[in-house]
């Protein structure tokens, strides 16, 4: 997929006009950004975008996020743990403290 993301009112009204035009090429509309099918026609709309805005439009290719495949078991355990928790006002500092669950701090220095 492609991301495009607009950083000027004009280029986000040229980005949802070219979304209302091209419905089946838009994966995903997310305000000032959206997701086009990684096609010519994705591709084109997207370097249409940034000929028209230049520095106003950036283009990423993405890849979908496989949790089973980027995330270690611990982190999907945590997560699954986490939202079974008990009381939904305990931060995770606290939910995870004295547990085998990695504190927010030990995941933030981990890259996937």
């Given at each position: 997929?492609?991301?495009?993301?607009?950083y000027s009112q004009a280029a986000?009204?040229?980005?949802?006009?070219?979304c209302?035009?091209?419905?089946?090429t838009v994966?995903?509309?997310?305000?000032?950004?959206?997701?086009?099918?990684?096609?010519?026609l994705g591709?084109?709309?997207?370097?249409?975008?940034?000929?028209k805005h230049d520095g106003d439009v950036q283009i990423e290719q993405t890849t979908p996020f496989n949790e089973f495949a980027a995330a270690p078991?611990?982190?999907?355990?945590?997560?699954e743990a986490y939202e079974s928790r008990e009381s939904s006002a305990t931060p995770y500092s606290k939910f995870a403290a004295g547990t085998d669950h990695p504190s927010a701090a030990e995941m933030r220095d981990r890259e996937l």
């Open positions: 997929m492609l991301l495009v993301v607009t986000r009204t040229t980005l949802r006009n070219i209302r035009t091209h419905e089946e994966v995903r509309r997310l305000g000032r950004a959206a997701l086009f099918e990684a096609t010519e591709a084109f709309l997207a370097l249409r975008l940034r000929e078991e611990a982190v999907r355990a945590a997560a």
